[in-house]
């Protein structure tokens, strides 16, 4: 396996449940940062994740985990490694704030310290004093919160995230975006958030792999995904579109509507031309008042990878991260 400074490096994975094949020779590396982790339902991301973990055993593969041989150091692994879980894990009758120091002890902090790294994680969180409530008497959200608490307490330097924002409120949702983005900015972790909220990805996320049926079908950049083909501008416009549209296709550019912002993408133009659309508009009595880049819809690429359909050559560049990128490796 090459040398890198990849968080997970992984090769030739094959997981089967009976006669489903859930992870088809994976071979994977995720580098540090903020890592979204998509796919249809079924595709493969949960056993992923418990494979990484060392929860579920592989019929083939190796790699390495953090510093770790994977799947050899599996415990070692999960030390060093935050899990947040898809489903609820806690033990009834526990308070909060029992809950969490119990995840410390297990992680082998000392009861003093474990308490101490509880109530740090807590207040990260946002909990007040419902830290001392019964956590079976907990909402959604305030579950949620609990079990990101539960997998930071042991400061680890990678985090694992089955769907942390299920359930949330907007702004619950917003906060808990805002703590994995920081987590990653101010405090050097690396996230892997597996989620099927494209809007999460885009507002966090540095990297995409999607899976399907079992294989890495994306390993790339949101950046380097997000760029159309052609260098394309929005264009959102007071007055007629229509006649505004017309000139420009007379002038040489492809238009096409953007239903997200009922503005115009006008295709083969760089940000260093707009000029020529100001004396577009001006010519046909409309007003722009907004022009930015525009980037491929994520929905669009998901559904694109999804369905099957095979990417634009440019969505996948050749910095690609990964030698799964750009194709599928069954
Ligand atoms: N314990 C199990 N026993 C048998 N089959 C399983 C088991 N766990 C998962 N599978 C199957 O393996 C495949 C991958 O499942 P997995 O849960 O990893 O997908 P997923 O991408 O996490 O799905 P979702 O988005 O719905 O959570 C599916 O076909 C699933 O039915």
């Known amino acids: 396996m090459g040398s890198s400074d990849a968080i997970i490096e992984i090769e ?5 449940y009976g006669a489903i094949d859930a992870l088809r020779d994976v071979s994977l590396q995720i580098p540090p940062g903020v890592t979204g982790l998509l796919g249809p339902n079924g595709s493969g991301k949960s ?6 973990l060392g929860l579920l055993h592989v019929q083939s593969g190796q790699g390495r985990v953090l510093d770790y041989d994977w799947p050899r150091d599996a415990r070692m692994i999960r030390d060093h490694v935050g899990y947040l879980p898809e489903d609820d894990c806690y033990v009834a009758g526990m308070a909060g704030i029992e809950s969490v120091a119990l995840m410390a002890r297990l992680s082998g902090l000392s009861g003093r310290e474990g308490l101490r790294r509880s109530h740090e994680m807590m207040d990260y969180c946002g909990f ?12 959604t959200g305030m579950r949620q919160k609990l079990k990101f608490s539960q997998a ?9 995230l089955d769907e942390p924002t299920t359930g949330l409120d907007p702004d619950q949702r917003i906060a808990m975006l805002r703590r994995i983005r920081n987590l990653a900015t101010e405090h ?10 494209l809007p999460d990805v885009r507002s966090v996320c540095d990297h995409v792999v999607i899976l399907v049926d079992g294989t890495v079908r994306v390993v790339d950049t949101l950046d380097n995904l997000s760029r159309p083909i ?7 416009i007071v007055g007629d579109a229509t006649l505004f549209a017309e000139q420009l296709t007379r002038a040489g550019y492809t238009v096409n509507p953007d239903p997200e912002t009922n503005g115009l993408r006008v295709e083969g133009i760089q940000a260093h031309q707009a ?14 008042r907004r022009l930015e880049p525009a980037l491929n819809s994520l929905d669009q690429i998901f559904m694109d990878v999804a369905s099957g359909k ?11 991260i990964s030698r799964g990128a750009g194709h599928a490796n069954s």
């Open 12 to 16: 030739s994975v094959s997981k089967r």
């Open 152 to 160: 930071l307490v042991h400061d680890p330097s990678l985090l694992i």
């Open 230 to 236: 052609e260098p394309t501008i929005l264009v959102s």
């Open 47 to 52: 056993t992923l994740i418990k494979a990484l």
């Open 275 to 288: 000029d020529q659309l100001w004396r577009l508009a001006a010519e046909t009595n409309t007003s722009i």
């Open 310 to 320: 095979s990417m634009a050559k440019s969505d996948i560049t050749p910095n690609a």
């Open 188 to 197: 050097g972790k690396s996230v892997i958030l597996s989620t099927h909220i």
């Open 128 to 139: 007040g004093e419902e830290r001392y409530r019964d956590v079976e008497s907990y909402s």
